[in-house]
Structures are given as C-alpha cells and as structure tokens.
C-alpha cells in the first residue's frame, strides 16, 4: 500500500533558526512529489515539485530535495511569516490522485 | 491570491437545505477537483473531471454531486447533508491530460457548517 509519512508532526523554531521537514514515501511507479503550504483557514499553496531522485528546487529561504525514499523541505533562517502547515503529496501510476501525508505544523517565533 | 477562486467562502445550511458551492479557473486547466478536508487532517479526494467528464468519484455519497458546466467552472450541489460533512470544501485545477504529474492548484476553500 502506498504511505506517505511527514515528520516531524510540529516544530517549533526561534527567527533565523534553520531546520528541515522530512518526507518519506513507499509507492510504486512515483510520477511526481509535490510540497504545498498551507495558512489557517486557507487552500494549499503549491511551492515545488520534484520529479526524480537527486532533483532540488529552491524558492526563497525554501528548498527541496528528493532521494529514491524521501524529501525534504529545507528551510534557512526562518521568519514568523513561514509559520504554516508544510503539506506533502505523491502522484503515482497513470491517475490524477495525490496522496498527501499528515502535514508538519511549523511554528517561527520572534 | 489564488488563480482558483470558490463561492462562498462561508456556508451555513441544514440538513434539509438544499445547496451548491462553486469553483472557477481561467488558466486553461483541463482537470478540475473537489478534496474535502477536516481540521487538522490533509485533504481528502472526493472527484476528479477531465475534460469536463468524471473520470473519478472516490465513492463519495450521493448527497454530494458534482457538475462541470465548461471547462473553467466546477460546481458540487448538496443536498441532505449530515453533521459530519462540516468540513472546509476544496476546488482545485491542474493541465491536463490524464497522466500528467502537472501540480494542482487550489482554491481558498468553502468552510461548510451542517446544523
């Protein structure tokens, strides 16, 4: 069965402290890795996609990675405005599904 | 903001109430979605049009129905809802076709309160 598991579930940094989100997948046939964001109350923001192991994508203080088993989401020298749940989802096989993990709720304090 | 856009943003209705939430994209996407989520949970897949056809319904409850006028709007009609279909509702658009790893884009949401 396909898992996608994000750790850890909440973290909690102080402004300028930097840190990383994991996400470690078990599926078949992976098409895609998606990282979102998402605020209270709001939709997923789309932040990267990555396609193949060994693939990085930065955005900002934000950058992703990819191996054969997870991602992580790096994040250097966070603000407070980078507070939010960090979604990752995996798009498998020939359909349009993602299949998303838990969520890692990051906290940045002043 | 987001390229997604649902109305309402809020929904207050009851059980015998009748209903329908409403998506639209202008960015050409060929796939459209609907994803319910619950507090603290990541959104779950409820439908999936292609082309303005269903390709999927993860056998959600008819009480929900789906309805794609054109290309750029999704529409999801309640009716005869229960208490636990409180959720935040979610429209999201990807390029299509079917196959594509294209990333989907979403909407701000609609929060549905059943009483």
């Known amino acids: 069965e396909d898992q996608v598991t994000q750790s850890p579930e909440a973290l909690r940094l102080q402004e300028g402290e930097s840190s990383s989100l994991n996400c470690s997948y078990t599926v078949s046939g992976l098409r895609g890795l998606f990282w979102y964001r998402q605020d209270p109350g709001k939709g997923p923001e789309f932040l990267f996609t990555?396609?193949?192991a060994g693939e990085e994508k930065e955005k900002e203080r934000l950058k992703a990675t990819l191996t054969k088993k997870e991602s992580f989401l790096h994040i250097t020298a966070p603000k407070p405005e980078d507070s939010a749940t960090y979604l990752c989802a995996v798009q498998v096989g020939s359909g349009y599904a993602l299949n998303f993990g838990k969520g890692t709720s990051l906290l940045v304090t002043p | 903001d987001t390229e997604v856009t649902q109305t309402p943003k809020h929904l207050v209705m009851g059980m015998t109430n009748k209903k329908s939430l409403k998506c639209e994209q202008h960015?050409?996407?060929?796939?459209m979605y609907w994803y319910k989520q619950k507090a603290k949970k990541p959104p779950e897949l409820m439908f999936v049009?292609?082309?303005?056809?269903?390709?999927i319904n993860e056998s959600v409850p008819s009480r929900f129905s789906p309805e794609c006028p054109n290309s750029s709007l999704l529409n999801l009609h309640l009716h005869a809802l229960q208490p636990e279909d409180s959720a935040l509702y979610l429209c999201?658009?990807?390029?299509?076709?079917?196959?594509?790893?294209?990333?989907?884009?979403f909407g701000d949401g609609t929060r549905l309160s059943i009483l």
């Open positions: 999201a658009s990807s390029q299509g076709p079917q196959g594509s790893n294209q990333p989907q884009h």
């Open positions: 990555l396609y193949s």
């Open positions: 960015m050409g996407h060929r796939a």
């Open positions: 049009y292609s082309y303005e056809k269903l390709s």
